[in-house]
C-alpha cells in the first residue's frame, strides 16, 4: 500500500488563539478524557468508529467543504481537553490535519486497513477525530475511477460524544436522495409528544440507574467469567489482562432492520437491542461448541463470557 497525507498540504498560519469552555464536563465525559482502565493494562484509547462506503472517491476538498462548517457549529470538534475543560482551537483550526488519504489496492484490501487503522491512537494535541479516506485504485479492475467502491472512516473519541450524539452531528452531514439535509429528531425517533414523555421516562431511567450502582460496584470484587475457548481459562486471567493490541474485523452479512423488528415482536418485551445481543451471544456459543469445548458439552449448563472488555459476572 502507498499512503499520503492531507496535512501534508501548505496550510495557512493563524495566530493561535485559545478559548476555554467553563462549562463542567459530565462524569462519564471525564472517565471517557482520563481513560477507563489503569494505564498499565495498556487499553486503547475509546474511540467510535463509523465506516462510509462510497461509490467512487471524494476528493479533500469536497470533504472539507462538508465538514468543516459542521466543525465549527459543535465545540468538540474543534477544542482539546486540558484540566478536564473543553478548550476551543477555532481560531487556528487546520482541517487538513484531520483527513488522511491512503490508497488500497483493491476493495478487498478495504477491510484489512479497517483493522490495523482501529488500533492507532489519535492525536491529543488536536481536535480529537479523525478522517481516513482508503482510495481503491484497482488497475485490474474492469469499473472505472468513478465506480470503484472506496471507504470513509470517521473516528471520534469517545469524550466527545455518545451513540445519541454522533447521530444529531452525522444526521446534519447527511443528506437523503434529494440533498435535503436529514433531521436528527426524526432519526432518533423524536417529536414534541415524545419530548414530552421523554422527561418523565429519563426521571425513571435515572433511578433505575441509581439503584443499579451497589451492584456495579461489587462486581470487581466478584469471581471472573467462566473459562472458554473464547476467553481462555479462568487461572491465566487471575490480577487482570493487557491489552494485546491486536484488533479483528469480523464481517457479518447484511440483515434488514424490518426482519430484526419481526423477530423482536415474537417475544415482546425484547427490543433490537434484544435481538442483536442474542445472536452474538448465540454466535459465541456455536463458536465454543465448534471449538469442542467442554464447557457446552451440557445444553443446560450456564456460562458467562463477556465480548471485549468488562467486569466478571459470573462464579467459575
Not at 452474538?280 to 464447557?295: E, K, V
Request: hydrophobic content about 40%; some cysteine.
Amino acid at each position: 500500500m502507498s499512503s499520503e497525507t492531507a496535512n501534508m498540504l501548505p496550510e495557512q498560519q493563524q495566530p493561535a488563539v485559545r478559548k476555554v469552555y467553563q462549562r463542567k464536563m459530565s462524569a462519564s465525559t471525564e472517565l471517557m478524557a482520563a481513560g477507563t482502565f489503569p494505564a498499565i493494562k495498556n487499553y486503547p484509547q475509546p474511540i467510535v468508529n463509523a465506516l462510509v462506503y462510497t461509490i467512487g472517491c471524494p476528493a479533500v476538498e469536497e470533504i472539507e467543504a462538508v465538514f468543516r462548517p459542521q466543525v465549527e457549529k459543535f465545540v468538540r470538534l474543534h477544542s482539546v481537553v486540558e484540566n478536564f475543560k473543553w478548550v476551543s482551537l477555532l481560531d487556528a483550526f487546520d482541517m487538513r490535519k484531520h483527513i488522511v488519504v491512503e490508497e488500497v489496492q483493491q476493495e478487498n484490501d478495504l477491510e484489512a486497513a479497517v483493522e490495523r487503522v482501529k488500533s492507532e491512537a489519535l492525536d491529543l494535541s488536536i481536535p480529537w477525530w479523525q478522517i481516513r479516506v482508503f482510495r481503491n485504485v484497482d488497475s485490474d479492475s474492469s469499473k472505472p475511477p468513478e465506480h470503484r467502491r472506496s471507504l470513509l472512516m470517521f473516528r471520534l473519541h469517545h469524550a466527545i460524544g455518545d451513540g445519541i450524539a454522533l447521530v444529531e452531528v452525522f444526521g446534519r452531514l447527511m443528506t437523503d436522495t434529494n440533498g435535503t439535509t436529514l433531521d436528527s429528531s426524526k432519526l432518533l425517533g423524536m417529536n414534541k409528544k415524545s419530548e414530552r414523555a421523554g422527561f418523565w421516562k429519563r426521571t425513571g431511567q435515572f433511578f433505575t440507574a441509581m439503584g443499579t450502582v451497589p451492584k456495579v460496584l461489587s462486581l470487581p470484587g466478584g469471581s471472573y467469567d467462566s473459562g472458554t475457548v473464547f476467553n481462555g481459562p479462568v487461572n491465566d486471567r487471575r490480577g487482570g489482562i493487557a491489552y494485546s493490541g491486536e484488533r479483528k474485523v469480523v464481517k457479518i452479512p447484511t440483515l434488514s432492520l424490518e426482519f430484526i423488528k419481526q423477530l423482536k415482536s415474537k417475544q415482546p418485551p425484547a427490543t433490537v437491542n434484544d435481538v442483536l445481543l442474542s445472536a452474538f451471544a448465540g454466535g459465541l456459543r456455536r463458536y465454543c461448541i465448534a471449538r469442542g469445548d467442554p464447557m457446552f458439552d451440557s445444553v443446560q449448563q450456564a456460562s458467562s463470557c463477556c465480548g471485549g472488555g468488562g467486569f466478571p459476572s459470573m462464579r467459575a
